[in-house]
């Protein structure tokens, strides 16, 4: 690349409909235009634990992120280098990890929970922008993921809620709220405002970029 790519950060809530939000906006571009990288690809390895520990093991705070690597490997991405990641498959034995190949790209999009709060990540930022939904909505959307597409207990997924997400959410991420470019407010699930905001936001940046 000739120069220097456009570096948004997008970050919300669990259950802040972020993961549709990001399909919407990166199907508005073509592979070489955009590329995105995930901070739930840099966990640290928590494989070691028996299942009971995983069930009350933290992965919501800072230090289950390996951040080096993340701060490294978005740096060179901005450099125009490839990067190569085996993606994280939330501690599940039975998935064999794929090899990720991250490409630059014109626009580059770092997405995770941490990503303001983690100084030398949020200098790296053009644009930020904050998804959110209520708590009681949040939670509702949570429930209905872990429970039906992870198979997980509802008791273990409100002990994780209460006792892990909420308490996170509140020090590492609702602080930067303000300092965002954009803030989306998404307490209903409607898809047409999705794509409605994801067309006006991918307009704009096609004047900007292309």
């Given at each position: 690349m000739?120069?220097?790519?456009?570096?948004?950060?997008i970050a919300g809530s669990s259950g802040s409909g972020k993961t549709f939000f990001l399909k919407c906006f990166l199907n508005h571009f073509k592979d070489h235009?955009?590329?995105l990288i995930s901070q739930d690809d840099y966990y640290l390895p928590a494989n070691t634990k028996t299942q009971e520990e995983n069930k009350l093991y933290n992965f919501d705070v800072p230090a289950a992120i390996n951040r080096t690597l993340f701060y490294?490997?978005?740096s060179a991405l901005i450099?125009?280098?490839t990067v190569f990641k085996e993606e994280y498959t939330?501690?599940?034995p039975t998935i064999k990890p794929k090899m990720l190949e991250i490409k630059p790209a014109p626009l580059l999009i770092v997405e995770g929970l941490f990503i303001f709060h983690f100084e030398e990540i949020n200098t790296l930022l053009d644009e930020r922008i904050f998804l959110h939904a209520d708590e009681h909505i949040a939670l509702e959307r949570r429930l209905r993921r872990d429970l039906i597409e992870r198979g997980y207990f509802e008791?273990?997924?409100k002990y994780k809620w209460y006792n892990h997400v909420l308490p996170s959410f509140d020090e590492y991420l609702f602080p930067y709220k303000s300092q965002c470019d954009l803030i989306i407010e998404n307490n209903k699930d409607d898809t047409a405002m999705m794509v409605q905001v994801t067309d006006e936001i991918s307009a704009r940046l096609r004047k900007k970029l292309f």
């Open positions: 000739s120069k220097k790519p456009y570096v948004i950060g235009e955009v590329t490294h490997d978005i450099a125009g280098k939330f501690n599940n008791e273990d997924v």
